[in-house]
Structures are given as C-alpha cells and as structure tokens.
C-alpha cells in the first residue's frame, strides 16, 4: 500500500504565480482534505473533497481552489500567489465511512517557497 | 468551536526517562482526540486516538494517552524516551462538519530527548 502520496515535494514559484499541488489517497480512501502548515504552527484545514465536490472549507480565501478526480485524486490550485502562501501542504485521505473517529494519513507535504 | 492547546511548545527529555507532551481540549459533544508526530520534513504520522471507553489508549511506538474528561485534558505518554522519539507532536480534535470529519490541530510540542 503506497499511503497518500503527493508531488511535487518542493516548489520555488514567484509572486502573483499559480501553482497546482497533487495528491494520491491512500488505496479504499475516498476523501480527501488540504491543509497548510506554515512554519512553527499547526495544520490549518483548507478544504475537503468528496464526490468530487468541496464538502467544507476552512477559512482561507477563493485564490485556494481543488478539485478531485474521478479515481479519488485531488488538485489544490492557488492563484496570485503571496509570500504569506509559502508553507508546507498537506494532504490528507480517509474513509468517509468512517466518520468523526476515523483517523486520516497524511503525505509528506509540498513545500511551497514563494519569492 | 473545537480547540486545542499545547502549552508548551518544547519539552526536553533524557533518554530512558518517562515523557509527558500535554494538551488540553475545548468541544462541544463527545470528543474525539488524535494524536500526531512529525519528523522533519515529513508529513503527519497517527500514533493514537481517543474514542470512547478506556481513559488510558495505546498507540504506536509504546506511545500512550490518558483521556481527562474532568480536566478537559489528553496527555501523551512514554514509559521511556528513546532519541529517535525527538520530532514534533500535534494534538488534534475532530470536528464533524455537514457529515465530514476535519482535524483542529494545536500548534505542536517539540519534543527533545537527549542521550
């Protein structure tokens, strides 16, 4: 079982670019979440995919936007990127079954630097 | 709202001592408290959660926790600390948002065992 798997793992991109960050579930997950983990701080939740469709979304503004694919795959995109987007991202999958007590896996992250 | 505190942000432990990473919780409803570690520049890896029944839960890694509902409180635990056992640690809550679970996480102890 390959896990949640994300790429890339590093990203340098400049001020007011788009970046778009990938992620795999791990194998029987069919949701996934996004969260930002800026540096010395916790994850923060950005937003939540099932069905193909955002099921919540944290407190973050429109330029953060996903999507997920059919196969479970997800996509975070971030236009007009700032230097306050530079952090790690994480993605995470679980079993919508599973409910509140289920534990989600995370990947490894993106490192995203914005310069 | 769901929260957690961490409130410290560093605990210093000397190998084969015990270990003790605190966190104290704000729900409304049953809690549902997980337990995280963070290597790094890695992602977030399960150790425990709390469901419901027995106070003290056994995770990985000889990690255990101890569910305070009086003292609103979910303290990691270790009989013996190991040096490879420094990374970061988060507490996090579940919280169940139009039928999906996401993770409130607190800002993360740094826990440091020396030889």
């Known amino acids: 079982d390959a896990g949640v798997t994300q790429s890339p793992t590093h990203l340098i991109k400049t001020r007011g670019q788009q970046v778009t960050l990938r992620c795999s579930p791990k194998?029987?997950?069919?949701?996934v979440s996004w969260y930002q983990q800026a540096l010395g701080q916790g994850p923060q939740f950005i937003f939540q995919?099932?069905?193909?469709?955002?099921?919540q979304r944290g407190n973050f503004p429109d330029r953060f936007s996903g999507h997920q694919f059919p196969n479970y795959s997800s996509e975070l995109n971030v236009n007009a990127l700032l230097l306050g987007d530079s952090a790690l991202y994480l993605c995470?999958?679980?079993?919508?079954?599973?409910?509140?007590?289920?534990?989600?896996?995370f990947g490894q992250g993106t490192r995203l630097t914005v310069v | 709202a769901q929260s957690v505190a961490q409130p410290e942000d560093q605990v210093n432990v000397a190998e084969g001592n015990p270990l003790t990473v605190k966190c104290t919780y704000s729900?409304?409803?049953?809690?549902?408290l997980f337990w995280y570690v963070q290597y790094p520049n890695r992602g977030l890896q399960f150790l425990l959660k709390?469901?419901?029944?027995?106070?003290l839960v056994k995770g990985s890694y000889g990690f255990e926790a101890e569910f305070n509902k009086s003292q609103t409180s979910f303290h990691l635990k270790k009989p013996s600390a190991l040096v490879s056992d420094s990374a970061l640690y988060f507490c996090?809550?579940?919280?169940?948002?139009?039928?999906?679970?996401?993770?409130?996480f607190g800002t993360g102890t740094r826990l440091l065992v020396s030889p």
């Open positions: 995470a999958s679980s079993p919508v079954w599973g409910g509140e007590n289920t534990e989600a896996f």
């Open positions: 194998s029987g997950h069919d949701t």
């Open positions: 995919y099932y069905e193909e469709e955002e099921r």
């Open positions: 729900v409304s409803g049953n809690p549902y």
């Open positions: 709390y469901i419901t029944g027995d106070n």
């Open positions: 996090a809550v579940s919280h169940m948002n139009t039928g999906f679970q996401k993770l409130v």
